[in-house]
């Protein structure tokens, strides 16, 4: 018996199949030569179909173009369809050119981004540039840090702004009681003080907002209205100017201790002050969030309603232990 095929395999000798022939290849043919099919040749025929046309969406979903060509005489009968890659679709425009350094960058580049966290045509673009086969100036470093978007709300909304069509979702804000339901164009996804946001345009409120991604609340559902592409332009450059505006414009006062994880996370933000250290920030209730995990390392001098999230949170913290503690005396 033959060995089995991987299936990452397969999918590389089917593109490789598809973009040698001009004229294109019938789904028997494909079946019949491709390595990764015709070793299943004594299998169910409407298995194999089912998982070629598996195949085929799987490798449009990730950029690559097939077509699907009709009759010579009749385009539109699709009977004996044939399919091909168009190499001009496929291949780098010829009058782009990379040295080996800068392919070695885009190559790390490509590597650092998980895939889940790519879009579609940073996935094409990376498939692209290792197809070339040119040696690269390698390594560059050891080993390469892993960027995810672990916000289950990413994919959605990068998904629909790669179509420019508008998003629904629930968005909870601090302080309120229970989420408020928004429609938005999304225009851009950015991170920023290792935070993601979505910037867009608030159809009910008609005005651009930035929105938390953790903050959303249950699925995004991702409509069919669309808006001009053209909206998007740009638009990841101003999210962050005005995130970074934010920014500039509140600031905490920290006491710090010295040689703490405290130290050394914050140290790379704040900048040193008369009496301890000034951090700027976007969110007053996230930096609470975090300021109160270092628990002792760090005191907040100001502002006041800083102050007071992070001892509300130390107080809560301080409850839960106290509580458990307490059941454990009781039931030793």
């Known amino acids: 018996m ?11 000798n089917l593109v490789v199949a598809l973009m040698a022939t001009e004229i294109g290849l019938t789904k028997q043919q494909i079946l019949a030569s491709v390595s990764g099919y015709r070793q299943r040749a004594d299998g169910r025929q409407d298995a194999l179909e089912k998982m070629f046309e598996r195949d085929k969406d799987e490798l449009r979903s990730l950029g690559i173009p097939i077509e699907t060509l009709g009759d010579h005489a009749d385009p539109n009968d699709l009977r004996e369809a044939r399919y091909r890659i168009p190499k001009a679709e496929y291949d780098l425009p010829v009058d782009i050119e990379f040295t080996p350094a800068e392919l070695a960058v885009l190559r790390l580049a490509g590597s650092v981004w998980s895939e889940e966290s790519l879009s579609g045509d940073a996935q094409a673009g990376v498939r692209k540039i290792r197809a070339l086969g040119i040696d690269v100036d390698e390594p560059i470093i050891g080993f390469a840090p892993r ?69 959303i609340i249950g699925d995004v559902v991702v409509g069919s209205a669309s808006f001009p592409p053209a909206l998007r332009e740009g638009a990841g450059e101003r999210a962050l100017a005005g995130l970074a505006a934010v920014a500039a414009a509140n600031s905490a006062l920290l006491e710090i201790t010295p040689g703490t994880e405290a130290a050394l996370r914050l140290g790379r933000r704040a900048e040193p002050a008369a009496q301890g250290f000034r951090l700027p920030y976007v969110d007053l209730h996230i930096l609470a969030d975090e300021l109160a995990s270092y628990g002792p390392e760090v005191r907040v001098v100001a502002p006041e309603d800083l102050r007071a999230e992070v001892v509300e949170r130390l107080r809560a913290v301080a409850a839960v232990h106290h509580g458990a503690a307490h059941t454990g005396e009781e039931g030793a």
């Open 2 to 12: 033959a060995a089995r095929i991987p299936a990452e395999e397969r999918l590389t």
């Open 147 to 215: 960027i995810t978007a672990r916000d289950a709300a990413f994919a959605p909304l990068q998904g629909a702004i790669e179509r420019s069509v508008e998003v629904v979702f629930d968005y909870l804000k601090p302080g309120e009681e229970s989420p408020r339901r928004r429609r938005v164009r999304p225009l851009a996804l950015v991170e920023y003080e290792a935070r993601w946001h979505v910037f867009g345009n608030d159809v009910d409120a008609d005005g651009d907002r930035m929105f938390l991604l953790t903050r």
